[in-house]
């Protein structure tokens, strides 16, 4: 491992937090592979013609005009001297996809307006430039959002679309050369501010921290295309941004700088299947600042313990760019790094090409249940109002799901929604749903979550710009029900897609006898991944988010060896439900209660300890003698393929720095809890707490089934206190048996506060355990 501030040693200067993993420069076989990439992306219609971007630039420089008569209307208007007026200004900078130089045609332009201290966001920048862009005729589909996290305008101007931020400075006047990568730019900053200008400051500091600014563009287009091919892009839905793909894919960069693409997107896909999250991806060492802004910081943060996978943004303050993914989606990007290494390798010996790479994820024929979540309105605008406040909160209901069922229940949300053209101002939504691999089949159980959805439902109606019309709905469908206006054309495939890779290798395993017949596998259909890959990607994952859980818990409780869900939520019948015998339980702890175990829960027995079990990347690929570039690439792929591997290992499994020194800072929490106080007056009976399933509620009860017809087992709801929970923050319930007897509970709630509480023996006799702490 290197020291912080490495690489690049071409300018003998060293970019990244670690030391390269390969210097070796590109082989003939990576020169015809780029070569390819690039026709294929630019057969693709990734790239914008002349005429296209000269009207971005000139919509730009429109833009900048506006703003700076905007900051001087308003300057007079505040009463400012005729000086004040003179000088007053405001610029426009760009950031995102189109300041990185990867954005496509018709992609949005995201832009930031730069003001003075008397220019406020809600009056003036949301209020009098809000009428004089809506006044000009240029400028349609005017859509201000201003109490979103990062507050936006988002409109077209002359065809082009534009997503318009706002910072407020605590200068009097805006210089013409202002520099927003100083840090001292975030003095007396509010947060909307600060969130704002991190924006423009992640991206130039992503330019500044690669290696080969061309090489990376090519790279983060085709990553950004495989996204969209496989389902993955979208951070509103739970999966990975813009942003998020450009920090991984810059990482690979700094770890082969001298790479060409080709190379790079195959070792994209080598590091990231072997990442052993939540350790974060970071291109610098975070940095501490002296403005005193909150950095992304595990030890002295709680709610930073929680995030999954941790993509850490570049400038100060360092955030976590990707706060958003859930346990599912993390699952379904791991099989997609997996697949895509899968593809890569056999690229290297002529089985696959680039469009085996890109091969559209078959979403409608992956799964045999979905949610589908119909979204309506009364006219055209208030639809794109109601559907846009309605996806930002689906990915709650991800976590919903999820935390009800205690990860037995699967949700796989397609990014992006569909319309019926029958139907007027209407768009609707799906999720794919699946058992977790794993879990128990009991004949005639079901996953009931209809109080699930309710709740969902009553959170979205609670929308403020809400009007009458706007209405959402949710309902579970089969997938031979799935409507046809989902499929291009509108009309259904009569069978499925196209013999596609997973489905080949899905042959290829059971003709050679390595399948593994999960069960689950079996519910999913040929344009699924195959069973193989989807165990070892499962496993892998499970070490994952065991770790990520781990770190939510205060070292006492790091040696306990089961958990369950809170007796708060769960009823003794439910609890049957799951053939649990009550009776028991307390000759068989651990077996007869590990299927009702959150998997936020498993693997908790080491509270730092970093798994070092990794998913295998085979570094070498077979020769084919009648090829003389490929023999190099398998002759240079042989001989340095062990050193690779164990280079990818370190860097993948071992905590950054950001990450030592967990066990002393979680000393410290430890010790600032007082357990005798906490103990006073929380003993008591909880009987009365589970909130049982009604059968007669059970309009969205999801049967999910094997391919024999078995059901699956579920049907485990949380009470409805839990309605004051945030969702991004699941409870983490840790229990200890003694003797038969839950011991303690250690419950995290979404303020971060650690409650101890003392609950009921489940013994026969009932005795309540005392409390020991």
């Known amino acids: 491992m290197g020291s912080p501030g490495l690489m690049n040693r071409n300018n003998g200067q060293r970019l990244g937090i670690t030391e390269p993993i390969s210097l070796g420069g590109p082989t003939e076989y990576d020169v015809i592979k780029t070569r390819e990439l690039e026709k294929y992306l630019q057969d693709a219609g990734l790239y914008e013609n002349q005429a296209e971007a000269v009207s971005r630039e000139e919509v730009l420089g429109r833009l900048d005009q506006i703003v700076k008569i905007w900051v001087k209307t308003i300057s007079r208007s505040k009463g400012l001297n005729d000086q004040l007026v003179q000088e007053a200004n405001a610029k426009i900078f760009t950031f995102g996809s ?5 954005h496509g045609p018709g992609a949005d332009i995201d832009t930031l307006c730069v003001g003075p201290r008397h220019a406020t966001r809600e009056d003036d920048f949301f209020g009098e430039l809000y009428r004089m862009l809506f006044d000009m005729p240029e400028v349609t589909e005017l859509h201000p959002v201003p109490d979103a996290h990062v507050p936006v305008m988002g409109f077209k101007f002359s065809g082009v679309s534009i997503d318009l931020l706002y910072a407020k400075l605590s200068l009097w006047v805006i210089p013409e050369d202002l520099d927003i990568s100083q840090d001292s730019i975030l003095q007396n900053a509010d947060e909307q501010t600060v969130r704002s200008l991190n924006g423009c400051r992640v991206t130039d500091q992503i330019l500044r921290l690669v290696p080969n600014i061309q090489n990376f563009r090519t790279t983060l287009r085709c990553m950004r295309l495989w996204a969209k091919c496989r389902g993955v892009y979208s951070n509103v839905s739970g999966f990975l941004g813009g942003i998020n793909w450009a920090l991984l894919v810059a990482r690979i960069c700094q770890l082969y700088p001298n790479a060409l693409p080709n190379m790079l997107v195959s070792r994209f896909f080598r590091v990231y299947t072997q990442w052993r999250w939540p350790n974060p991806v970071m291109l610098c060492a975070i940095k501490e600042g002296s403005l005193g802004l909150q950095a992304w910081d595990p030890r002295r943060n709680p709610k930073d313990r929680f995030h999954l996978m941790p993509i850490i943004t570049p400038a100060y303050p360092c955030m976590n760019s990707s706060y958003n993914v859930s346990s599912s989606t993390l699952r379904i990007m791991s099989e997609e790094f997996q697949r895509g290494c899968d593809i890569c ?7 696959a090409d680039w469009d085996t790479l890109f091969e559209t994820y078959p979403f409608f024929e992956a799964y045999k249940n979905y949610l589908q979540i119909d979204v309506t309105a009364e006219s055209a605008d208030d639809l794109r109002k109601w559907k846009g406040w309605v996806e930002s909160r689906l990915r709650q209901l991800t976590l919903k799901i999820e935390r009800h069922t205690y990860n037995k229940l699967q949700c796989h949300p397609h990014p992006g ?5 029958s139907r007027a101002f209407h768009c609707c939504y799906f999720m794919g749903l699946r058992r977790k691999q794993g879990v128990p089949v009991n004949e005639g159980e079901q996953f009931d979550i209809t109080l699930t959805v309710e709740e ?6 609670m929308y403020s710009l809400w009007k009458h019309g706007m209405e959402i709905r949710v309902s579970h469908v089969k997938r031979r029900n799935i409507p046809n206006f989902v499929f291009p054309g509108g009309i259904r495939p009569s069978s499925p897609s196209k013999v596609t890779w997973d489905s080949r290798r899905s042959v290829e395993l059971k003709v050679s006898g390595r399948a593994q017949d999960s069960g689950e596998g079996k519910i999913v259909s040929n344009g699924s991944d195959n069973e193989r890959k989807r165990a070892r990607v499962d496993d892998s994952f499970e070490t994952n988010l065991g770790n990520a859980k781990r770190l939510a818990l205060p070292p006492s409780i790091g040696e306990v060896h089961q958990g369950s869900p809170p007796l708060s939520t769960v009823s003794a019948s439910s609890i049957k439900g799951d053939d649990v015998d009550m009776h028991r339980l307390e000759e068989s702890w651990g077996e007869k209660y590990e299927n009702n175990i959150p998997d936020s829960l498993r693997n908790v027995k080491n509270l730092v300890e970093v798994s070092s ?5 085979n570094g070498s690929v077979e020769c084919n003698p009648h090829n003389k570039t490929q023999a190099a690439a398998t002759v240079d792929s042989t001989s340095s393929g062990e050193a690779e591997k164990l280079a990818i290992e370190k860097i993948t499994s071992g905590p950054y720095l950001s990450h030592q020194a ?11 809890f007082e357990y005798g106080d906490q103990d006073k007056g929380i003993k008591g009976n909880i009987k009365g707490g589970p ?3 009604s059968s007669a509620n059970a309009a969205v009860a999801v049967q999910v089934t094997s391919s024999n017809g078995s059901t699956s087992s579920g049907g485990l709801y949380s009470n409805g206190n839990l309605e004051e929970l945030e969702v991004l923050f699941a409870n983490f319930v840790t229990f200890c048996c003694f003797h038969g007897c839950v011991y303690c509970v250690l419950l995290v709630d979404p303020y971060f506060y650690f409650v101890h509480t003392c609950c009921l023996s489940i013994l026969e006799m009932g005795e309540t355990c005392s409390l020991n702490a």
Not at 345 to 351: D, L, W
Not at 456 to 461: A, G, L
């Open 662 to 672: 967990y066990s002393e800072e979680l000393d410290e929490l430890e010790n600032d």
């Open 345 to 351: 390798e056999a690229m290297e010996i002529s089985k």
């Open 98 to 102: 189109y300041r990185l130089g990867v």
């Open 417 to 421: 929604g569909f319309s019926d053209r």
């Open 456 to 461: 969902f439902k009553q959170n979205v109606n």
């Open 613 to 617: 079990q990794n998913v295998e990347a």
């Open 691 to 693: 909130v049982e399933s």
